[in-house]
């Protein structure tokens, strides 16, 4: 009988979810589990938003809804919706159908069809991401075939962003290259850059002809603002600058096990 798996190691846990577990596990009652970020109730159990509720509710009783197959990018209405959120219901780039989107499995899959199109298809060689950020953003790099290479973005003396290291890093990576910006809420610094410093980073993008790839995991919960906190990708599509952004569902709207991206 042939052993195919005999050689395949056991792959390291992931730390977030393997300390959720130990939280879970443990019996202490006065525990609190800051590991993943999840909506919660006063009794650390898990709360679903009643918007979502609402609408569950909705759709079970909607004989018009089926489970057909969709469309190879998606559910069209989810989609319309996202990029109507993310640059705005009146946006010029949304009438002239020179926007569009696909449903991906969550954030993470929308950055890996991302990375993986620039790589594969655009051919573009080397992807930068921030000194920190999330791990995820690495381990996809790697794994779909760039030269990865970090921008300076924390500054761990002044505790504040390194806005100077990063428009050096910018204004020095090959044309051609991936940028990977956290649109708000950087993680896992929670820095972000200011609409001047925004408009500066795309300054240097468009002349170096670098390539915005924006995660937007997190739209509504920086500043409290939907519109305030997708300024970003607002502003750099306002100058015309082509660009990915990975949206996220399950932050905002609480739909972690539903991936929605």
């Not at 990029?83 to 993470?108: M, R, Y």
């Amino acid at each position: 009988m042939t052993d195919f798996f005999r050689t395949v190691e056991q792959a390291p846990p992931i730390e977030i979810f393997a300390l959720s577990e130990a939280c879970k596990n443990d019996s202490n009652p006065k525990k609190v589990n800051l590991t993943v970020g999840a909506y919660r109730t006063d009794d650390g159990e898990p709360w679903v938003l009643p918007c979502v509720r609402s609408v569950e509710v909705t759709m079970a009783s909607d004989n018009t809804l089926n489970k057909e197959y969709l469309p190879i990018t998606g559910l069209d209405c989810m989609c319309e919706a996202a990029v109507k959120l993310l640059l705005g219901e009146d946006n010029p780039l949304i009438s002239s159908k020179k926007a569009d989107g696909c449903q991906t499995l969550g954030g993470t899959g929308a950055v890996y069809l991302a990375m993986q199109f620039m790589r594969q298809v655009a051919k573009c060689r080397v992807a930068y991401v921030s000194h920190p950020t999330w791990p995820n953003h690495k381990g996809i790099a790697n794994f779909v075939g760039f030269e990865l290479r970090e921008y300076k973005y924390w500054s761990p003396a002044d505790r504040n962003v390194d806005f100077s290291g990063m428009k050096n890093d910018l204004q020095n990576a090959p044309e051609g290259s991936v940028f990977v910006l956290h649109a708000c809420a950087h993680n896992p610094t929670g820095m972000d850059l200011n609409h001047e410093q925004w408009k500066e980073v795309a300054g240097i993008m468009k002349e170096r002809k670098l390539f915005p790839l924006f995660d937007l995991a997190y739209q509504g919960f920086a500043t409290g603002d939907l519109d305030n906190d997708a300024w970003a990708v607002r502003y750099f599509a306002s100058q015309g600058m082509e660009m990915f952004v990975a949206q996220s569902f399950s932050k905002n709207f609480g739909l972690y096990s539903k991936v929605s991206g």
